[in-house]
């Protein structure tokens, strides 16, 4: 049962491990350069910053991590994680479907009722 969680944690591990990889990379490439004279300290750190930003950026843009919760507790502790302006949007989609349903069930019962 925990087997999908434990994939799904592997994965949001190694993406993070990447961006400190890169990060650490980045660091190291920055001291070196500071080091040749190539750039000035504030440069370098000035930079670094940036790059840090940018990294942190794209990770929040492009990691999208989705629990599909097994078990009714599994839901509960999903939604206790929420904030409110997920649940509002939750909210909202239920809404939609239900409407939706409520929609198609009445046109089935006017089909019926034609034939």
């Given at each position: 049962m925990d087997k999908p969680?434990?994939?799904?944690?592997?994965?949001l591990y190694a993406g993070i491990g990447g961006v400190a990889v890169t990060a650490?990379?980045?660091?190291?490439?920055?001291?070196?350069?500071?080091?040749k004279?190539?750039?000035?300290?504030e440069q370098g750190k000035a930079?670094?910053?940036?790059?840090?930003?940018?990294?942190k950026k794209?990770?929040?843009?492009?990691?999208?991590?989705s629990v599909k919760p097994n078990t009714p507790e599994e839901l509960?502790?999903?939604?206790?994680?929420?904030?409110?302006?997920?649940?509002e949007l939750l909210k909202s989609q239920i809404?939609?479907?239900e409407s939706d349903a409520e929609q198609t069930k009445t046109e089935?019962?006017?089909?019926e009722v034609d034939e």
């Open positions: 969680l434990d994939g799904l944690k592997k994965l650490e990379k980045t660091k190291e490439i920055l001291e070196d350069m500071i080091e004279g190539e750039l000035t300290v930079l670094n910053q940036e790059l840090k930003h940018n990294i794209s990770v929040k843009e492009n990691v999208n991590v509960s502790e999903l939604l206790d994680k929420m904030t409110p302006e997920q649940i809404s939609k479907l089935e019962e006017d089909g």
